[in-house]
């Protein structure tokens, strides 16, 4: 195992590349330079140019000074990649940033022999991170100062893998001497995978786009186990498989069979598509998909003359509702303190002459109505504040409690202080919340329009719910039928049927959307036209947006369609 490799008489090889892109797959390899460094002594070296399927940009030349011509009879990437494996042979691979070089050596090494190199591989980037955090910057010009080593990096693979290595020398007595002994122990420093077993999938990454979107993770058996998203796909997805592997929790890179995705032309239609799918599949290693799978109202109603404060899942046409929420536990808990604070009922049973009292109020919490111990006047007057924390009470109430929660500090009752903690978040929580949907629902229509020169995503929204979402492309805009498009879905989604309906009468699914639209039009403020109710108004602004939003000029945008 490479993990047992010693740090003081071990084989290291340090390698850079030189490349026509960013991208494995479709850039290519045009240069290869690698170092041995056997006992810390650099005792061989490696170089060569590559052959590569496509001509080297402009940019590439200037950069590295390599053109076509010097690489028009170097040889083939296969051929190279079967030498620098002999030459690399048991030795621990070490690269500068390693995610850049290694991606392109793992996908061709996946083509030419089937797996991906040995792990662990080491970074001189992340370990002079590690080692000398004081540096503004770390790349190798730096590093190499810093070091005083002779090597001068200079964009070749060559001369920059001399110089990885002459600075590994340095950084191996650093090592050492924090009591490091291993290329394992300098892995888990470093946070690096120790074995590699996660590697070898790093061609499931090889198809994402290097754009925004939706990605899923499915294990052997076709279950979706994660679900994210990113704005580089391809690099977010590939980041799972250079992670430490062999950590002892589960992991959902160790499950995954096959990487599918949904690339999206909007950050905000990528959130609610991930919300969607979270929702569908219910993926093991997605964390909180519990949370907001069901609506919850904060309720005062029945009873009488002595209402309870309670919660319920039904949206029920008596008494006061509030809400709709999301976060069962914050409307619990409040419920709780203000039961508490404002001395309410507890039970909501049925009250009759010959009622008793029950353990509640046996123990003094609850105010025993049902014995007569308080007139129906009081009991109205304390509903009355109850519910004025949610008509601009709740920073008084706020207040109140912690108060309460300091004095039960200082008296060391910390269970006591406790709970007044979790009635403030409680409460910050809920009235949060309630004032998204007011301010949601109260608006009578949005569409949010975002897009990039090749496609254009418009989310059209109504009293604060998702109505739907056009995804076009530049074609679709320059041909013509973006206004016919448009026309329909706002005729369907903003018909006076549609606008009439009840704004709060929400289910979780939309109540989400709710919170996740209007969150992301808070710290985004994304390009927007306001419906205000003229629908041939609202589709000319909209169009108008969508073309700025994909830079068409008018003189390209055919005439609007007469449908």
């Known amino acids: 195992m490479l993990g047992a490799t010693s740090l003081t ?12 892109g960013c991208r494995p797959g479709s850039s290519g390899i045009i240069e290869i330079g690698a170092v041995l460094v056997r006992a810390g002594a650099i005792v061989d070296r490696f ?11 402009q940019a590439i030349q200037f950069l590295t000074g390599i053109d076509d ?54 970074d001189t980037l992340t370990l002079a991170r590690r080692l000398h955090p004081e540096l503004d910057r770390h790349n190798l010009r730096v590093l190499a100062a810093f070091y005083d080593v002779e090597a001068v990096p200079n964009h070749r693979a060559s001369a920059d893998a001399l110089a990885t290595a002459q600075i590994l020398q340095r950084m191996l007595p650093e090592l050492v001497q924090r009591g490091m002994a291993t290329a394992e122990d300098v892995a888990r420093f470093c946070g690096l995978a120790r074995q590699g077993m996660l590697a070898s999938k790093l061609v499931l990454a090889t198809h994402l786009p290097d754009g925004p979107g939706v990605y899923f993770f499915r294990d052997a058996e076709g279950k979706v186990v994660y679900i994210g998203r990113a704005k580089n796909l ?13 950590l002892d929790r589960p992991h959902p890179a160790s499950e995954a069979a096959s990487v599918g995705h949904f690339a999206c032309a909007s950050d905000l239609d990528a959130l609610l598509i991930e919300s969607r799918l979270i929702t569908r599949y219910q993926p093991r290693f997605n964390r909180d998909q519990q949370r907001g799978r069901s609506v919850v109202y904060i309720r005062v109603g029945g009873t009488g003359k002595y209402p309870s404060l309670t919660t319920t899942r039904r949206r029920l046409r008596s008494g006061t509702l509030i809400g709709p929420l999301t976060n069962t536990w914050a409307a619990e808990a409040l419920v709780e303190a203000l039961r508490s604070r404002y001395g309410l009922r507890r039970c909501a049973r049925r009250l009759t002459p010959t009622s008793v009292a029950c353990a509640e109020g046996e123990s003094g919490r609850c105010p025993r109505p049902c014995e007569g111990a308080i007139d129906a006047a009081e009991y109205a007057r ?19 409690t912690q108060a309460l929660r300091e004095r ?19 409460l910050d929580r809920t009235l949060s919340a309630l004032e998204v949907v007011r301010r949601s629902t109260a608006e009578p229509g949005v569409a949010i329009i975002e897009g990039r020169e090749d496609a254009v995503v418009i989310v059209l929204v109504r009293h604060g719910r998702l109505g739907g979402v056009l995804r076009l492309s530049r074609d679709d805009v320059t041909a013509g039928t973006l206004n016919g498009r448009l026309e329909r879905a706002v005729a369907r989604i903003y018909s006076d049927t549609r606008m009439a309906e009840e704004p709060l009468d929400l289910n979780a699914r939309q109540l989400r959307d709710v919170f996740i639209i209007e969150t992301y039009r808070r710290q985004h403020t994304p390009s927007e036209v306001t419906f205000t109710g003229d629908r041939g108004m609202f589709v000319s602004q909209v169009a108008s947006a969508a073309r700025r939003a994909t830079r068409v000029p008018r003189k390209l945008h055919a005439a609007p369609s007469a449908e």
């Open 9 to 20: 008489d071990g084989d290291f090889v340090t390698v850079d590349i030189e490349t026509t």
């Open 47 to 57: 170089e060569t140019l590559v052959r590569p399927n496509e001509a080297i940009p």
């Open 69 to 122: 011509a010097m690489v028009a009879n170097a040889p083939s990437v296969p051929s190279v990649m079967e030498q620098f494996r002999d030459f690399v042979g048991d030795a621990v691979l070490v690269a500068h940033n390693h995610r850049f070089d290694m991606g392109f050596l793992d996908f061709e090494a996946e083509r030419t022999w089937g797996t991906s190199f040995k792990r662990p591989v080491l």
């Open 234 to 246: 391809r690099m977010r997805v590939r980041g799972y498989f250079y992670g430490p592997s062999d």
């Open 382 to 400: 304390r509903i009355e504040a109850a519910l004025g924390v949610f008509d601009g009470g709740g920073l008084r109430f706020r207040a109140a």
């Open 408 to 426: 039960a500090a200082a008296d060391l009752q910390y269970e006591e202080a406790i709970l007044h903690r979790d009635a403030v978040r409680a």
